[in-house]
């Protein structure tokens, strides 16, 4: 399994940025896509959860209103774009899968395949 997200990068508050998930060595169109996020200094955060049908199931409060997420099955990528960012979603940014766990609609589980993860920083 591999993953490799990309698209991160500086953008002023209130910008919006569209990150990729590149995925490879798995059956893609049949498992969940997480995204999370991790601050300097703090706890790895969930973001949101892409079914495996693309099907956007999980918006953490935190971004909630801010979020589309997508998959390109064909493509093999997912997709999290932000929109109105801020200075608080300053992190680096990773998406996960598992072939045994999948999105809920009140929850993201812990996956256990990770990829690289690709900095955001928001200035104010």
């Known amino acids: 399994v591999q993953l490799q997200a990309s698209g991160g990068g500086t953008v002023q508050s209130g910008g919006s940025l569209r990150l990729s998930c590149a995925a490879s060595g798995f059956a893609f169109g049949s498992q969940s896509i997480g995204w999370y996020r991790q601050a300097p200094g703090k706890e790895r955060e969930d973001v949101a959860c892409?079914?495996?049908?693309?099907?956007?199931?999980y918006t953490a409060d935190s971004v909630k209103g801010r979020v589309t997420a997508s998959k390109e099955i064909a493509k093999m990528t997912a997709y999290l774009q932000i929109d109105n960012l801020k200075p608080e979603d300053t992190a680096v940014y990773y998406c996960a899968t598992d072939p045994v766990l999948w999105c809920g609609n009140t929850y993201m589980p812990n996956f256990g395949s990770w990829g690289q993860g690709t900095q955001v920083t928001v200035s104010s």
């Open positions: 892409i079914s495996k049908d693309g099907i956007l199931m």
